[in-house]
């Protein structure tokens, strides 16, 4: 039995750089985790291997479509699946193994197994408990699941399945036009499949600039993607190697058969937090079975503190990283900080879509007067050159003061670009200041900039 000042439970994003920002700030430090690798569902089975497909993917779409037009002749390659998951399995290699020599370089020690929290004080891995002056949860998420869809991983596959097929499937269903759904939809496409997007509401992507929502869609159908929208999912129908999705069109309440070779339920996902003890402790969970915890990330049991997919806010890798190294701040016992204004939010399809801060949506319902400046990517050097002009740049910034309130991209880069906005709305800027900045020509970051220009007199270049 060994004794430490904290233990966190669970080695993903939130988890491995919590525990790196402790060792960092002095403590001594073991992290909880039962898979065989470090990295935790993002970097084993959700945004690294799924990056690799998209980047493969992507490169075939720019030979089949782009490259002739640019004066690359000859015949477009082949896809070796075989070869293109193990490009996918040697990425996943290298990120887990770069979390293991971090590990070693600061000290930490790797408690292999699954975690469990018999007392405060206390985590039990395998037959062994250890002390811990501090423990921390971030055990993540998991697929949710949907009445009348059994997930078999084979046929009807969650976002895990769906990057460990066997083969590209001749037609694939989508249960859910979220971000997990869309991304892994628009690979299959780009890669021969025949592929269907069923969702329950009228819009993809659910929350974000309904602006953004339509160019998407209609960039994705452009794209060979199907959409059957206002769609309930009533069952799934396994056969031996193929499967039927029943749903009802809500708008007329009619019952529809598709058939597919895979079927991908991609309707968000849930905190998992199995095992590990929390209702025997008296530890506060939500109705959706969230982790409450305070503005210090404690729960309601001293000394067990919760970050990441298993407590409220959106299930993002990123914020999970920003919670960790904060409580591990805490538990140092200095302040630890993250402005939840402030969080990016990423759709890595082609083109990319981002946004961070108010939709206008949101500022219409809270009644905040606001100005909108636009850019078209269209108007963009670079993007034109690059075949790259879909798209266009958005930010929403107080109508009074000019201060940015918001920003929403969809076009090349755009998980990139939108750091810019971040940045300058973590100081405070307007829109102005954006606008005052040099940005180097020919970049797509230029668009950025002509769109600060709109909220004032208008962009140089529309």
């Given amino acids: 039995m060994a004794s430490y000042d904290v233990i966190i439970i669970g080695s993903g994003p939130g988890g491995y750089v919590c525990a790196i920002r402790c060792?960092?700030?002095?403590?001594?430090?073991?992290?909880?985790?039962?898979?065989?690798?470090?990295?935790?569902?993002?970097?084993?089975?959700?945004?690294?291997?799924?990056?690799?497909?998209?980047?493969?993917?992507?490169?075939?779409?720019?030979?089949?479509?782009?490259f002739a037009a640019m004066g690359l002749k000859g015949k477009s390659p082949s896809v070796d699946w075989k070869q293109m998951m193990s490009y996918k399995q040697d990425t996943i290699g290298q990120n887990t193994k770069g979390i293991e020599f971090l590990f070693k370089k600061n000290k930490i020690d790797?408690?292999?197994?699954?975690?469990?929290?018999?007392?405060?004080?206390?985590?039990?891995?395998?037959d062994e408990t250890h002390d811990a002056k501090n423990i921390i949860i971030a055990s993540g998420s998991e697929p949710a699941s949907l009445p009348g869809v059994e997930v078999d991983e084979k046929v009807v596959v969650t976002s895990t399945g769906a990057l460990e097929l066997g083969k590209v499937p001749k037609k694939m269903v989508?249960?859910?036009?979220?971000?997990?759904?869309?991304?892994?939809?628009?690979?299959?496409?780009?890669?021969?499949?025949?592929?269907?997007?069923?969702?329950?509401?009228?819009?993809?992507t659910p929350g974000m600039d309904g602006e953004v929502q339509k160019t998407f869609q209609r960039t994705l159908k452009k794209q060979g993607l199907k959409f059957i929208m206002g769609a309930a999912v009533q069952k799934t129908e396994s056969l031996k190697t193929k499967a039927k999705v029943h749903y009802k069109l809500r708008k007329d309440d009619s019952d529809h058969v598709l058939d597919a070779d895979v079927v991908l339920v991609a309707t968000g996902r849930k905190p998992f937090t199995e095992g590990l003890g929390l209702e025997a402790l008296g530890v506060t969970m939500s109705k959706r079975g969230q982790i409450e915890v305070n503005d210090k990330w404690e729960t309601n049991v001293p000394g067990i503190y919760a970050i990441g997919d298993v407590i409220?806010?959106?299930?993002?890798?990123?914020?999970?990283?920003?919670?960790?190294?904060?409580?591990?701040?805490?538990?140092?016992?200095?302040?630890?900080?993250?402005?939840?204004?402030?969080?990016?939010?990423?759709?890595?399809?082609?083109?990319?879509?981002?946004?961070?801060?108010?939709?206008?949506?949101?500022?219409?319902?809270?009644?905040?007067?606001?100005?909108?400046?636009?850019?078209?990517?269209?108007?963009?050097?670079?993007?034109?050159?690059?075949?790259?002009?879909?798209?266009?740049?958005?930010?929403?910034?107080?109508?009074?003061?000019?201060?940015?309130?918001?920003?929403?991209?969809?076009?090349?880069?755009?998980?990139?670009?939108?750091?810019?906005?971040?940045?300058?709305?973590?100081?405070?800027?307007?829109?102005?200041?954006?606008?005052?900045?040099?940005?180097?020509h020919p970049t797509y970051s230029e668009a950025v900039r002509e769109a600060a220009l709109a909220c004032g007199d208008g962009p140089i270049h529309m």
Wanted: with cysteine.
């Fill in 174 to 204: 989508v249960i859910g036009a979220g971000v997990i759904g869309l991304e892994l939809g628009s690979v299959y496409a780009r890669l021969g499949a025949e592929v269907t997007v069923v969702e329950f509401l009228n819009v993809v």
């Fill in 110 to 126: 790797w408690l292999k197994g699954w975690g469990s929290i018999p007392q405060a004080g206390k985590v039990k891995v395998g």
């Fill in 312 to 440: 409220d806010g959106p299930m993002l890798a990123h914020k999970a990283e920003d919670e960790g190294m904060a409580a591990a701040e805490q538990v140092a016992g200095k302040h630890g900080h993250v402005n939840y204004g402030v969080i990016p939010g990423v759709i890595y399809t082609h083109p990319e879509v981002a946004n961070v801060g108010a939709t206008e949506e949101s500022l219409k319902e809270a009644g905040h007067a606001y100005k909108v400046g636009k850019f078209s990517f269209m108007g963009n050097g670079r993007a034109k050159a690059n075949f790259a002009g879909d798209g266009f740049v958005k930010i929403i910034a107080d109508k009074d003061t000019d201060r940015i309130l918001g920003a929403h991209i969809i076009g090349p880069a755009a998980g990139d670009l939108i750091h810019e906005i971040c940045v300058a709305m973590e100081f405070g800027a307007s829109a102005e200041d954006l606008a005052m900045t040099c940005h180097a």
């Fill in 23 to 66: 060792a960092q700030l002095g403590l001594k430090v073991a992290c909880v985790e039962g898979r065989e690798t470090l990295g935790g569902t993002c970097l084993n089975v959700g945004c690294i291997p799924s990056k690799a497909l998209l980047h493969a993917s992507h490169m075939l779409h720019e030979a089949e479509h782009n």
